[in-house]
C-alpha cells in the first residue's frame, strides 16, 4: 500500500528565509514522488519530481528535494521564501503495477510567508 | 497552449439532483484522470482513462458516481442522486500517455461542487 505524510499542516516563514517542507512516505515498490502547488483559487502545479535518475531534484521558482530512501523522506526546501511562494503543498507518490495512473496526495502543507 | 479546462467552474444543486461535470484536457493527451478534494478526505483520485476505456475505477466512492469519456477527448464525470457529502472540488488531470508512475499529470482549475 501507498502513503504520503506530510508533517506539518501549517509552516510560517519570513521572507528572504529558508523554507523546509517535510513528507514522508510509504510504498510496497519503488516509488516515483512529485511535489505539486496549489495556490488560491488555481489549479495544481508540479513543482518537481524525482524519478530515480538523481536523489536531489531541482524545480521551478528555486524549489529542490532530496529523495533519502533509508528515511522514506522527500522534503522540499528553498533557501530563501519569497512572498509569491505563499500557497499549499502537496506531496504525491505514484508507483506502477496495479495501481497505475493513481496519484496518492499527503494532506498538504499551507505555507505562509511573512513580510 | 491550452492547458486543462473544467466546466462549470462551481455548481450549486439541491440533495437528490443529478450533476455533470466535464473536462477537456490538453490536445493530444491520451490519459485523463479525475480526483476529488474534500476538507475531510483530502485529495483522492477517482478514475482513469487511457483512451476511451478506465481500466480502474475503483476510487469511485458509490455507483452514484460514473464517468466517460468519448473520442479520446473530453470526460464527463456523472454524480446521480447528490449527497452533501459530495460536496467538493472535482479536479481532472490529463497526461501524453499513461507509460509508467513517472508520468507527470497536468491539472484543470477544478469544479466546485455545493450540495445544498
Known amino acids: 500500500a501507498q502513503s504520503v505524510t506530510q508533517l506539518d499542516s501549517h509552516v510560517s516563514v519570513s521572507e528572504g528565509t529558508p523554507v523546509l517542507l517535510r513528507c514522508n512516505y510509504s510504498?510496497?515498490?519503488?516509488?516515483?514522488l512529485f511535489w505539486y502547488v496549489q495556490h488560491p483559487n488555481k489549479g495544481l502545479q508540479l513543482l518537481l519530481k524525482?524519478?530515480?535518475?538523481?536523489?536531489l531534484v531541482k524545480g521551478i521558482n528555486g524549489f529542490e528535494a532530496e529523495f533519502k530512501k533509508s528515511e522514506t523522506s522527500f522534503h522540499l526546501t528553498k533557501p530563501s521564501a519569497h512572498m509569491s511562494d505563499a500557497a499549499e503543498y502537496f506531496c504525491?507518490?505514484?508507483?506502477?503495477?496495479?495501481?497505475?495512473?493513481?496519484?496518492?496526495f499527503g494532506r498538504g502543507t499551507q505555507l505562509t510567508v511573512w513580510p | 497552449g491550452a492547458g486543462v479546462s473544467q466546466s462549470p467552474s462551481n455548481k450549486v444543486t439541491e440533495k437528490g439532483k443529478d450533476v455533470e461535470l466535464r473536462c477537456d484536457p490538453i490536445?493530444?493527451?491520451?490519459?485523463l484522470y479525475w480526483y476529488r478534494q474534500s476538507l475531510g478526505q483530502g485529495l483522492e483520485f477517482l478514475i482513469y482513462?487511457?483512451?476511451?476505456?478506465?481500466?480502474?475505477k475503483s476510487g469511485l466512492p458509490s455507483d452514484r458516481f460514473s464517468a466517460e469519456r468519448t473520442g479520446g477527448s473530453v470526460s464527463t464525470l456523472t454524480i446521480q442522486r447528490t449527497q452533501q457529502e459530495d460536496s467538493a472540488v472535482y479536479l481532472c488531470?490529463?497526461?501524453?500517455?499513461?507509460?509508467?508512475?513517472?508520468?507527470?499529470?497536468?491539472f484543470g482549475p477544478g469544479t466546485r461542487l455545493t450540495v445544498l
Open positions: 488531470a490529463s497526461s501524453p500517455r499513461l507509460a509508467g508512475a513517472t508520468d507527470t499529470q497536468y
Open positions: 510504498s510496497s515498490y519503488s516509488p516515483s
Open positions: 524525482y524519478t530515480s535518475a538523481a536523489t
Open positions: 504525491v507518490v505514484s508507483v506502477g503495477g496495479s495501481t497505475l495512473g493513481r496519484l496518492y
Open positions: 490536445s493530444g493527451h491520451t490519459a
Open positions: 482513462f487511457q483512451g476511451n476505456s478506465a481500466p480502474d
